[in-house]
């Protein structure tokens, strides 16, 4: 398991992770079953999750 090991890692992890629970309750707050639930956060869950993981790969100068 990979952590951040600076203290901007650990800000930007806190930070996305505070996006993406603030828009999943306000997502939920306004759907009516899971699977509006679902389609609602994808949208921005998933790219904040892919930029967060391109941004830790290319700054942490982990190579496989």
Known sequence: ???PTSITGWVITVLV???CVH???WVDAR???VS???YGV???VVPTVTA???LAMR???HRE
């Open 23 to 25: 828009i999943f309750v």
């Open 59 to 61: 700054l942490s100068g």
């Open 17 to 19: 992770l505070a996006f």
């Open 42 to 44: 994808f949208p921005y």
């Open 31 to 33: 759907s009516h079953s």
């Open 36 to 38: 509006d639930t679902f």
């Open 52 to 54: 967060w993981y391109v």
């Open 1 to 3: 398991m990979y952590r």
